[in-house]
Structure formats: structure tokens, C-alpha cells
Nanobody, 122 residues
């Protein structure tokens, strides 16, 4: 099983980025996918999650209304559209997959990607 996160980069405050998470080696359409992030010196934290059909989403309060998670099961890909980025959004962003409902805990997710770095400059 592989989850490949991509789309990170350097952006100015107020800018936008779209992250992608492409999965292989699993029946993607039956898995919930979550995005987490980890800033230097901090614990990994929940950002957003989407259930297998895309009909249920969940967001951390800090990104609600600014980030949008979506998925395309035909492409085995989940996206995270981020707008109005702030310096505090700087982190390595990870995608992860689990079988079941949308969860917020790191230990609920079984499969993890390698992460993609997002740097927001002020």
C-alpha cells in the first residue's frame, strides 16, 4: 500500500495550494482518508477527513471554511484545497487512510504517506 502526497511548496501568506494524495495497492474507494500536519517541534494534528463516498467530511476548527477536502475515487486521489494560507499553516502535510468513519486521531489511521512540505511566508 502506498499513499503519495504531493503539491506542497512555498507560498506567500494569503495564497493557495492544492495538495493531492494518490493511493495504490488498496481498494481506495472503501477507505476514509484524512489529512494531518506536523509543524516543527509540534505533534501531528488532524486537519480534515473524508469518508469513502465523499459524502461526509470533517475539519479541524482552525481550517474550517478555508480548506476543502474532496476525492476522486476513479483516480484513487484525495485533494486538499487550501486558501488564505497563514504562516501558522506551515507544516509537513500527511495523508492517511483507514477503514471506517472519519476519525481525528492519528492512531485511528493505518496507512500513511510520506508527507509534503507546505511553507507559508509572511
Amino acid at each position: 500500500v502506498q499513499l503519495q502526497a504531493s503539491g506542497g511548496g512555498l507560498v506567500q501568506a494569503g495564497g493557495s495550494l492544492r495538495l493531492s494524495c494518490r493511493a495504490s495497492g488498496l481498494t481506495f474507494s472503501i477507505y476514509t482518508v484524512g489529512w494531518f500536519r506536523q509543524a516543527p517541534g509540534k505533534e501531528r494534528e488532524f486537519v480534515a477527513a473524508i469518508n469513502r463516498s465523499g459524502g461526509d467530511t470533517d475539519y479541524a476548527d482552525s481550517v474550517k471554511g478555508l480548506f476543502t477536502i474532496s476525492r476522486d475515487n476513479a483516480k484513487n486521489t484525495v485533494y486538499l484545497q487550501m486558501i488564505s494560507l497563514k504562516p501558522e499553516d506551515t507544516a509537513v502535510y500527511y495523508c492517511a487512510a483507514r477503514y471506517g468513519y472519519t476519525g481525528r486521531r492519528v492512531d485511528e489511521y493505518v496507512y500513511w504517506g510520506q508527507g509534503t512540505l507546505v511553507t507559508v511566508s509572511s
